[in-house]
């Protein structure tokens, strides 16, 4: 989790710098598209911190009041980022507004493209890094800011592509024509995110490719158990729940049982390593004839 922090706290940073480098965009040409990349850079820097303060109380280990820990603070930060990539939108098309009802020309246009570009490559480097990370560490926090990250990359390239060739006809409404194109582009990717995130607070299943490797493994690994049922799982943050209900016979010993169990947590785990199982076992009158039939 320490590596988690490290990079949040990094992508803090990134963004204030890249934050600086498109307002100075915007300063030299006046282009209402760079001020909308501008805006997109803010909500940047808050999600960022947002994301870091989610990751540092979803680390907090389980306490009485928590007993399953604190990892769904990952995904409220996740939501909240989505709603200000949406305010942020609608500041934008604000701005494209007041644009087109008095446009103008563009000052130092290529100066400011030169600018931004040094920004959006910046982004996009650090996009793939935090995606990738947050993935091998499990943290909806840092993948959703990665993702928030990439948006802005392609909206930024949409905006290079408009304000050079708005500097190069001369035609002044493309620039807040632009602008709101990319507010729109915000508004879909801030509602993916929320959408996204209300899984993980609703404990959504894990998928199905997943649950199939599951109950295959459960299938061949459960020798001297007579079926599996009511398998559930659930994610939050970083980890993974797996519970369900084992039949053995009713003459078995709790020892040869708990043998059986230790067997199955170990070959889950191969497939969900951070899984935290919970395996309810019943005699055989309890069986229920479906489910996971054992090998």
Same mark, same amino acid.
């Given at each position: 989790m320490k590596r988690v922090e490290l990079f949040a706290t990094v992508s803090i940073a990134v963004g204030i710098a890249v934050l600086a480098l498109k307002y100075l965009a915007y300063h030299l040409t006046g282009s209402v598209a760079l001020l909308s990349?501008?805006?997109?850079?803010?909500v940047n820097v808050?999600?960022?911190?947002?994301?870091?303060?989610?990751i540092r109380f979803a680390a907090?280990?389980?306490?009485?009041?928590?007993?399953?820990?604190?990892?769904? #603070?990952?995904?409220?930060?996740? =939501?909240?980022?989505? !709603? @200000? $990539?949406?305010?942020?939108a609608l500041a934008i098309l604000r701005e494209a507004w007041a644009a087109y009802q008095s446009p103008r020309l563009l000052e130092a246009p290529?100066?400011?493209?030169?600018?931004?570009?040094? #920004?959006?490559?910046?982004?996009? =480097?650090?996009?793939? !890094? @935090? $995606?990738?990370?947050?993935?091998?560490?499990?943290?909806?926090?840092?993948?959703?800011?990665?993702?928030?990250l990439w948006t802005d990359v392609v909206s930024s390239i949409g905006v290079f592509a408009g304000v050079a060739l708005a500097a190069y006809t001369g035609i002044t409404f493309l620039d807040p024509l632009l602008a709101a194109f990319v507010a729109l582009n915000i508004l879909w990717a801030g509602w993916?995110?929320?959408?996204?995130?209300?899984g993980g607070l609703?404990?959504?299943?894990l998928p199905e490719e997943?649950?199939?490797?599951?109950?295959?493994?459960?299938?061949?690994?459960?020798?001297?158990?007579?079926?599996?049922?009511?398998?559930?799982?659930?994610?939050?943050?970083?980890?993974?729940?797996?519970?369900?209900h084992l039949v053995v016979k009713g003459s078995m010993s709790v020892t040869e049982a708990h043998d059986?169990?230790?067997?199955?947590?170990?070959?889950?785990?191969?497939?969900v390593d951070d899984a935290l199982i919970s395996i309810h076992v019943e005699p055989d009158d309890k069986a229920k004839h479906s489910g996971i039939v054992v090998l």
């Amino acid at each position: 989790m320490k590596r988690v922090e490290l990079f949040a706290t990094v992508s803090i940073a990134v963004g204030i710098a890249v934050l600086a480098l498109k307002y100075l965009a915007y300063h030299l040409t006046g282009s209402v598209a760079l001020l909308s990349d501008a805006i997109e850079s803010i909500v940047n820097v808050v999600t960022a911190i947002a994301a870091l303060v989610a990751i540092r109380f979803a680390a907090q280990p389980a306490d009485k009041e928590h007993p399953y820990g604190h990892h769904k #603070a990952e995904y409220v930060s996740a =939501v909240i980022e989505g !709603v @200000l $990539i949406v305010i942020a939108a609608l500041a934008i098309l604000r701005e494209a507004w007041a644009a087109y009802q008095s446009p103008r020309l563009l000052e130092a246009p290529w100066l400011g493209l030169a600018v931004n570009g040094i #920004a959006t490559a910046i982004n996009s =480097v650090w996009c793939t !890094v @935090l $995606i990738r990370q947050g993935r091998k560490h499990k943290s909806a926090a840092l993948v959703a800011d990665g993702r928030h990250l990439w948006t802005d990359v392609v909206s930024s390239i949409g905006v290079f592509a408009g304000v050079a060739l708005a500097a190069y006809t001369g035609i002044t409404f493309l620039d807040p024509l632009l602008a709101a194109f990319v507010a729109l582009n915000i508004l879909w990717a801030g509602w993916r995110l929320m959408k996204e995130s209300a899984g993980g607070l609703l404990d959504e299943a894990l998928p199905e490719e997943t649950l199939v490797r599951i109950r295959a493994a459960i299938s061949e690994n459960a020798d001297g158990a007579i079926e599996a049922h009511d398998l559930r799982t659930r994610q939050a943050g970083p980890m993974t729940f797996v519970e369900f209900h084992l039949v053995v016979k009713g003459s078995m010993s709790v020892t040869e049982a708990h043998d059986i169990c230790d067997q199955l947590e170990r070959a889950i785990k191969k497939i969900v390593d951070d899984a935290l199982i919970s395996i309810h076992v019943e005699p055989d009158d309890k069986a229920k004839h479906s489910g996971i039939v054992v090998l």
